[in-house]
Structures are given as structure tokens and as C-alpha cells.
């Protein structure tokens, strides 16, 4: 009885929000450096371990996994995490609750960004070995496995030319260590740091690889147009009306606009604000995230639609004949550990494994299946 009490109350969204969300940006809160959890390592560890135990009932532990494994590559990838051992941790915690199914991926992102580091160390070695192979800037590059990732769109944004040295000198290098990979570049993942020569004093901006690629266009221009930054970026109208957003319109007013409203338009015209000034020697320009609540959500669907297909497979292999109701049953039961499936889901997919010859219903009882090998 308590076990469903707490199934009930576990499984309710708040504001908007599922217990699943919420729960993992709970734990990025306490995982993450300057969360607004202050605790001691003993006390991460016991709230951790109260955490896993909290997931044992809630039904959406894909939903969970998603958005786990979505703030942990932002941990891990913008060097936001306080320390490496609770991250592994609470891995090995979930893998004993869930099974190592639930945690391959994350473990092969912590592991990935080992691996990285050791990349970038053999990376600087080439470099000083090599005095011909200068990316002339300063080069960190993270590179990681797709299969562990979550998945980032990757835009052909055309890089400024300074930026396209550095992709080629690494290109080369990587290309002495193997033959047979395709680096793919994600460059809405990247940060810069550059110098912003204003007229008061020379202020250090640290922006995002499209922020900076769209400062670096006035170096050559004093003045361009909202489609003349589009056309030579090559990014979509949401990516540059955010970024032209935040280097115009928020805190830090990098670029002037003209006309100065608050919104950015396509008629809209941007210059080099000259006379930008700050108390700070170096300032953060923050382009507000994407939310990629949906995407989440949209993404464990599409997992979904397949763990129930190759349950149904699975199931009906073995069984070769079974009637509606127990297929249902026996769908429901080995699913359960991940999500609760929905029936009408479940008889989506039959329908759907009906139509690609998967399975037939049977021709006197419409609610008997057969397997089709």
C-alpha cells in the first residue's frame, strides 16, 4: 500500500513540469558547480542515494534517463560540474537500480570526456611538434562519440576565415591519429574568447562560436543588415534573431541597432557599438538556451514507439500465436521497468507491425495474432 501511495503522488506533475523533469534538475542542481544545493560530500552522497530511491516510483524513467543525460552533457561539456566522483557516483547507483541498460550512455559520455582530454594533450604535443600546423588562436577541442551524445543540430554555419584555419589544422591532426572516423563539427556547442577593442578600453568578450562569428563580420564592415548577417552566417531566422538578440538588445550592447527597439526585425540594420564600455575587464554574453523541453519529450516518444515494437517482436517470436489482451499484458509487464506504456500505444504498434508483415490477425478471431518470420 505505501509502495502505490508513493506511486500515486510520485507520478502527479507539478506546474507544468513531470516528477521525472523535476527530479533531474534536482540532481543538477547538486552535481553542478555554484547549484544552489551547498553541500557537504557526505550529504550529496545521502541526497543521491535518496534520489535513485525516488526514481524506483516513478513510471517515466526513460523521460528521466532524457533529461538526466541532456543537463550532464551540459555539466560535462561547459566544465559546470563540482566533482567527477559523485557524477560516477550516482552512475553506479542508477545502474543498480535500473540495470546497465539505463546507464551505457551516460558512462560513455563521462568516459568520452576522459578520452577527450587526453585528445587535447596530443593535440598540443602535435602542435609544438609541428611548428607549420598553427591554428593562430588558441584551439581546445572536445571530441566525442555520437552514439553517447545526446543529439545537437549540426548547422553548416560558415565560419569567419580565422575559424577555418583551426578546423583544418585539427582536421590534419586528427587524420595522423585515424583514417576511418568523420569528425562532425557542432558549433552551437563552442565558446570564444575574444578581445572587443572599444574605444573607452579593450574589454574580453567570452560569447558563443555563432556570437563570435557574427562579431568578427564587422571587422570588415562597419555596418551591415539583418539578411546581409543571415546570408553570410548561413544560420536559420530563430538562431540569428537570438544571437543578433543578445548582442544587441539585452545587457551587454555590443552591437548598436538601428531602429533601438527591443524586438529584432528583418529591416533592421547593426554596427559596432565603438563606445561600449564596462566596469569589468571580462564579461559573459549569454545567448539564451533553446528550450529543449520538447525535443526531450519528442525524442523519448520516438524511443518509445521502438522498445514497444521490439517488445511485440519479441514476444510473439516466442509465442508465434497469442490473443490481443495477453500480448497487451505481456508488453505491459517487460516495459514496465522503463515507463508505463499506454494501451492505445501498444495497439498503434500492432496495427503498425500488422502493416509491415510482422504479424497477422488471425482470419476467425480478429483479436488472435500470429507471428509472421
Known amino acids: 500500500a505505501l509502495k502505490e501511495a508513493f506511486e500515486v503522488f510520485c507520478n502527479k506533475g507539478v506546474a507544468g513540469s513531470s516528477s521525472a523533469e523535476l527530479l533531474a534538475t534536482f540532481c543538477d542542481n547538486i552535481l553542478k558547480k555554484g547549484g544552489s544545493e551547498k553541500l557537504s560530500d557526505e550529504a550529496v552522497e545521502e541526497t543521491l ?85 598553427d591554428p593562430g588562436i588558441d584551439l581546445t577541442v572536445t571530441v566525442l562519440t555520437t552514439g553517447f551524445w545526446p543529439s545537437y543540430k549540426s548547422f553548416d554555419l560558415n565560419l569567419p576565415a580565422e575559424m577555418i584555419r583551426c578546423v583544418e589544422v585539427f582536421k590534419e591532426f586528427y587524420q595522423t591519429k585515424t583514417k576511418h572516423r568523420k569528425l562532425t563539427w557542432i558549433f552551437s556547442l563552442g565558446t570564444c574568447n575574444i578581445s572587443g577593442k572599444f574605444e573607452p578600453k579593450t574589454v574580453e568578450l567570452i560569447v558563443t562560436t555563432y556570437q563570435a562569428s557574427a562579431l568578427l563580420l564587422f571587422n570588415s564592415s562597419d555596418r551591415l543588415s539583418y539578411s546581409e548577417i543571415m546570408t553570410q552566417l548561413n544560420l536559420s531566422d530563430d538562431d540569428v534573431i537570438r544571437l543578433l538578440h543578445s548582442l544587441s538588445c539585452a545587457k551587454y550592447k555590443i552591437l548598436s541597432k538601428e531602429p533601438n527597439t527591443k524586438m529584432i526585425s528583418s529591416t533592421d540594420y547593426f554596427e559596432f557599438n565603438s563606445k561600449f564600455t564596462d566596469k569589468m575587464r571580462r564579461i559573459k554574453i549569454p545567448l539564451p538556451p533553446v528550450d529543449e523541453k520538447k525535443k526531450v519529450i ?32 505481456e508488453c505491459v509487464e517487460q516495459l514496465g521497468r522503463m515507463f508505463k506504456p499506454d494501451v492505445k500505444a501498444i495497439k498503434k504498434r500492432i496495427e503498425d507491425l500488422i502493416s509491415r508483415d510482422y504479424l497477422e490477425r488471425d482470419r476467425e478471431n480478429a483479436n488472435l495474432f500470429r507471428y509472421l518470420a
Open 49 to 133: 542515494e535518496k534520489v535513485v530511491k525516488l526514481l524506483a516510483y516513478i513510471s517515466d524513467k526513460d523521460l528521466f534517463a532524457e533529461f538526466y543525460r541532456k543537463k550532464l552533457a551540459r555539466r560535462l561539456l561547459f566544465d559546470k560540474s563540482a566533482n567527477d566522483d559523485h557524477e560516477r557516483s550516482i552512475l553506479t547507483k542508477l545502474k543498480q537500480q535500473c540495470g546497465g541498460q539505463f546507464t551505457s550512455k551516460m558512462e560513455g559520455m563521462v568516459t568520452d570526456l576522459t578520452l577527450a582530454k587526453e585528445n587535447q594533450t596530443s593535440f598540443e604535443e602535435y602542435l609544438s611538434n609541428n611548428p607549420n600546423a
Open 298 to 329: 519528442e525524442d523519448v516518444d520516438k524511443d518509445r514507439r521502438y522498445a514497444i515494437d521490439a517488445s511485440i517482436v519479441r514476444i510473439m517470436k516466442s509465442r508465434k500465436v497469442l490473443g490481443y489482451q495477453q500480448l497487451v499484458m
